[in-house]
């Protein structure tokens, strides 16, 4: 039971990848919830979340999920990975200019 419950928590994280990814950040919001509650300590999912609630102004709501986050351990490669997402965005942005 554990092993299909991690399983699905993953696959609900990545829906919610991808639905961020398209601006859905409800329906990310929703997934990554999902993804929480069948794995509690799902850090990655808390902080995508966390990113999530950002765009809808639920600064509090962002802020809990990274607290979160933090306690449990972000894996340093999802927050490379979306340092190295966010500066080429804004490289891209900036070269527009």
Same mark, same amino acid.
């Given at each position: ?6 399983? @699905? ?17 409800? @329906? ?54 979306? @340092? ?14």
């Amino acid at each position: 039971m554990a092993d299909q419950n991690q399983e @699905l928590a993953q696959k609900y994280f990545n829906s919610g990848v991808e639905n961020s990814k398209k601006g859905e950040v409800k @329906l990310a919001i929703e997934d990554y919830t999902h993804a929480i509650e069948l794995k509690p300590d799902f850090a990655d999912a808390y902080y995508c979340c966390s990113k999530a609630w950002l765009p809808l102004g639920e600064e509090e709501k962002a802020k809990a999920d990274m607290k979160i986050a933090r306690e449990i351990g972000i894996n340093i490669n999802t927050a490379i990975d979306d @340092l190295l997402h966010r500066y080429e965005h804004a490289w891209k942005t900036l070269g527009n200019i």
